[in-house]
C-alpha cells in the first residue's frame, strides 16, 4: 500500500476548492451577468498564475512554431469553453453542472479514438455506455422542469462545454511535451482572459458594479484566486510528486462535494435521479480511466 503523502492532502484540498467553486459561483450569478464575471475571473486568474510559473521556471522558452496552437487552444478551451461553463452553470443546478462536466473524460476517450491515437477495450465501451446512461437520466430529470426552471437548456450548454474541454485536452498533449502543465495553463489562460474581456466589453459596461453585495465580491474573489490561480498551482505541484494519473483520481471526487456544497451554500435539492445518474457517471468514468489506463500500459 502506498505510503500517504503530503500532495495527497493537497489533492483533496483542490477537490474541495474546485467543488465549492461551483455554487458560489452560480450564486454570484444572480448578481453579476455571466460575461462579466468571466470577464474580471479569467484576466485576474491568469495574472496570479504568472507568479507561480515564473517562479518554478523563470522564463519562456515559446518556440515559435508552437504560437499559433496556443492561441487556438486558448480560444478552444478558454473562450468558448468558459463561456458555455458559465452560461450552463447559470441556467441549471450547480450540482447537474458538477456532474455533466465530468463526461468530458468519456469525450476525450471517444475523440482520442476517433483521431486514432488510442484503441479503446470492451471495458472502456462498457464505461462510456454507462456514463451516457448516466448524462441521459440527468436530462430525463431536468426534462420534467424544464418549462419552469430551463435546466435541460442548461444542461445540453454544459454537455457542450464538455467537449469544448475535451478538444482542449486532446489537443494539447502534443505541447505538454514540450512545455509544463502549468506554462501551458498560464499561457492558454492569459490569451482566453484577453480574449475574454475584449468580447466582454458591453457587459461590463452594462454591469452595474455600485448593486453588487460584498457577498458576491467575495465569491467572484473565491472564485479567481482559489479555484482556479491557487487550486491550478496546487494541482500540478500534485501531479509533480504523484503523478497525473494518480493525481487524476482525485477528480472522480469532485462531483460528490459539489452535490453536497450546493445543497450547503445555495439550498440545492439532491434528487434520487441526480444520486442515480451520478453514480452511472462516475462507475463509467472509473471504467474509461482503468481500462484506458491498461491498455496503454499494454
Request: glycine letters at 8%; one cysteine or more; hydrophobic letters at 55%.
Amino acid at each position: 500500500m502506498r505510503k500517504l503523502e503530503f500532495a495527497d492532502i493537497l489533492g483533496l484540498v483542490v477537490v474541495l476548492l474546485w467543488a465549492a467553486n461551483l455554487p458560489l459561483a452560480k450564486d454570484a450569478l444572480r448578481e453579476f451577468s455571466p460575461m462579466s464575471f468571466n470577464a474580471v475571473r479569467i484576466p485576474l486568474s491568469a495574472l496570479l498564475l504568472w507568479f507561480p510559473m515564473l517562479l518554478l521556471k523563470g522564463r519562456i522558452d515559446l518556440q515559435p512554431r508552437d504560437i499559433w496552437k496556443i492561441l487556438v487552444l486558448g480560444i478552444i478551451g478558454n473562450v468558448f469553453y468558459l463561456t458555455l461553463f458559465i452560461h450552463g452553470l447559470e441556467l441549471t443546478k450547480a450540482g447537474n453542472v458538477g456532474l455533466l462536466m465530468s463526461v468530458g473524460t468519456v469525450f476525450t476517450a471517444l475523440l482520442s479514438r476517433l483521431l486514432g491515437h488510442e484503441y479503446l477495450g470492451r471495458m472502456v465501451w462498457v464505461g462510456i455506455f454507462l456514463s451516457f446512461g448516466g448524462v441521459a437520466v440527468i436530462l430525463l430529470e431536468s426534462a420534467e422542469f424544464a418549462v419552469g426552471t430551463g435546466t435541460l437548456v442548461g444542461d445540453l450548454i454544459t454537455l457542450a462545454a464538455a467537449c469544448c474541454w475535451s478538444v482542449y485536452t486532446v489537443f494539447s498533449k502534443t505541447l505538454m511535451k514540450s512545455y509544463s502543465p502549468l506554462t501551458f495553463t498560464t499561457l492558454t489562460l492569459s490569451v482566453g482572459g484577453f480574449a475574454l474581456f475584449f468580447i466582454s466589453l458591453p457587459d461590463l459596461m452594462d454591469q452595474n458594479w455600485g448593486q453588487i453585495s460584498t457577498k458576491s465580491y467575495l465569491e467572484l474573489g473565491y472564485s479567481s484566486i482559489f479555484s482556479l490561480a491557487v487550486a491550478y498551482s496546487i494541482w500540478f505541484y500534485c501531479v509533480d510528486r504523484l503523478g497525473s494519473t494518480k493525481t487524476a483520481i482525485y477528480a472522480n471526487l469532485v462531483p460528490f462535494w459539489t452535490l453536497l456544497f450546493a445543497w450547503f451554500f445555495i439550498g440545492e435539492e439532491v434528487t434520487l435521479l441526480q444520486i442515480l445518474g451520478g453514480i452511472l457517471i462516475l462507475t463509467g468514468i472509473y471504467l474509461t480511466k482503468l481500462n484506458r489506463k491498461l491498455t496503454t500500459d499494454n
